[in-house]
């Protein structure tokens, strides 16, 4: 059985850092682009970065410059570097990876405080 766990959310001020991470139960993980989503309370899911097999990266405009993927494919786990956080990324974040099905982590909050 696939699990994804993430974890590393937490209450910061604004202008402070978090590292996320999402864990896999399986080495498939590594061979498969991971997505991470976030949702902030009353909103839809949005989509935030992506990072590809290869290490390749992608993010919504407004978290780049301050978001960074990576990955250690060794430990079958994708980190998100988030600094200079501000109020408007508080949210649940969810990791993701599309194998023979999509999976999904139970997600980890992210509280920014003003």
């Known amino acids: 059985q696939v699990q994804l766990v993430e974890s590393g959310g937490g209450l910061v001020q604004a202008g402070g850092s978090l590292r996320l991470s999402c864990a896999a139960s399986?080495?498939?993980?590594?061979?498969?682009?991971v997505n991470w989503y976030r949702q902030a309370p009353g909103k839809q899911r949005e989509w935030v970065a992506i990072i590809t097999s290869g290490g390749s990266t992608n993010y919504v405009d407004s978290v780049k410059g301050r978001f960074t993927l990576s990955r250690d494919n060794a430990k079958n786990t994708v980190y998100l570097q988030m600094n200079s956080l501000k109020p408007e990324d508080t949210g649940v974040y969810y990791c993701s990876f599309s194998a023979d099905r999509t999976y999904w982590g139970q997600g980890t909050q992210v509280t920014v405080s003003s």
């Open positions: 399986v080495s498939t993980f590594s061979t498969n682009a």
